[in-house]
């Protein structure tokens, strides 16, 4: 939780820029001041990833004036907040998260002039935009590294740089055992250094150092040059590997795979979570919560990427000693815990496990796909997708929602080799590349039934569309009388209720296949969500776990179902036909 001197401190100044006297807020001072510092804590924030979204050249790339062009999408859906993939310059050896400049657009993707326009626009209609900060890694191309490679004065340990062994035999052998997470020695030899440097994904990786205290300050002064042009925040990229073990450890074999070249090989003691990462991103939070307090707009945020075990994610909320770090780390449990195999129960328990161990004072969030991972429609099954949006929407605290999935996209599994262009998929080769490649979740924007789904008027895009357009696109839902669209759509607005809001969350397992949550503001407004997570049709008694007498009306229902929206239903006999969803408004009988 934050400090009550900090709060005060942050009303303070906060109170100052707007003119307060020292006697305490007004009630409409203390309303605004509660925009400013509240606003995150409900959002959906909607991923963009910036190629895929909309081409405004016909080049077959999307592009940051493609962009702006669809802002008006997220109004009329009811999204106020974006977070967008890497824009920055680069050599795209991972799509951006490779950056060669910090402070630049790629050209690609079009200018700083495009991106103040998209700033100006996306404030007109009240959406905040939040860029993804990739802090690990520069790109191999970027200039200082070549300075790094050249030891020009101040450069020389930009990176992380070592000797390793030259064994009698020629052979070089580099500094310790660790992996890269796609695989392979974590080490790259420079010839021209003559020495290795550390990369923890790709070659064109170099993993940054942040023992020196130059990369901090050139890192500061990038989150400032955003800041500066209008951002709400950063998405900040694989937080978990900034730091690495000083005395370069060998990590123990973790058992679990006898692929010596596999990242799971090893344990990863010494190169994950480092306890001077949480320094780190609580120097972040300071440096963002120092600039909102002094400048008007929003309290500026952070939400960290991290694939790490649960408590050591709470710890990025706040640590032991209470320092607070980002506003929240991404939670994966849809992604990494819960599958199509999941029980009701399982549901249940991950959810839980979040709200138990986060720490008292913070906001949960409940993040559902993004362009590392299969999509929502592939994971759990396309009939799931309407229950999967209730069940995000519903849940207290905040949703992430990656692109195309308001509409149920799924992976395109198929694109063939020549196609392929996900870097680790491509180092895997022909046989190997199907089910490591990320390009299947990152296909283009299925906006109608246009060529290329409308995503571009090019011959070719820079990933094929999903020969599924023609039917899934977002013209075709926004007609239909009920789509995955329109229902996205209407939880979006039934998230403006206090229930949703601020209301207790109180679940329960049905039964195996069945699971349901009340969202209750006692005496005022209590809503239900209930889904069936199995194939198979299930008629339901819920009395008991509704406390009756209550009226049951749906406010939601998915596109196939057989119920609609208003209608009553009896507690005693509610049926749920396979992979069911209903939103339900709870009121005392009369
Ligand atoms: C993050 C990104 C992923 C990228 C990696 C390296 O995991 O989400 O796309 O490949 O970091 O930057
Ligand atoms: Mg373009």
Redesign the pocket.
Known sequence: MMGLGKVIALAVSVGLVVGLAAAGPSKKEQKELDAKNNWWKNEVFYQIYPRSFQDSDGDGIGDLPGITSKLEYFKETGITAVWM?PIFESPMV??G??ISNYTNIQPEYGTLEDFDALIAKANELGIKVILDF?P??SSNKHPWFAKSIAREAGYEDFYVWENGTLLENGTRVPPNNWRS?FSGSAWEWNEERGQFYLRQ?TYA?PDLNYRNPAVVQAMDDTLLYWLNRGVAGFRI??VIYIYEDEQLRDEPLSGTTSDPNSFDYLEHIYTKNQKEGYTLLQHWRQLLDNYSSSNEGPLRIMMT?GYAPLADLMDYYEDAQGVLGPEFPFNFDFIGELNADSLAADFVFYIQRWLIYMPHGHVANWVMG???NSRVASRFGAQTVDAMNMLMMTLPGIGVTYYGEELGMLDYRDISWEQTVDQPACDAGIDNYKWIS?DPERTPMQWSDEPNAGFSSSDQTWLPVHPNYKELNLRNQQQAERSHYKIYQSLLKLRKQEALKKGAFIPGVLNRRVFAFKREIQGQNTLLTIINVKNQTEQLDITDFIDLPNRLHVLVAGVDSAHTAGERLNPQEISLAPYEGLVIQLSKRK
Request: aromatic content about 16%.
């Open positions: 993939s991972d799509f998260y490779d990739v690990n890694h997470v994904f990786q990229d694989a990427e993004n362009h590392d990320r």
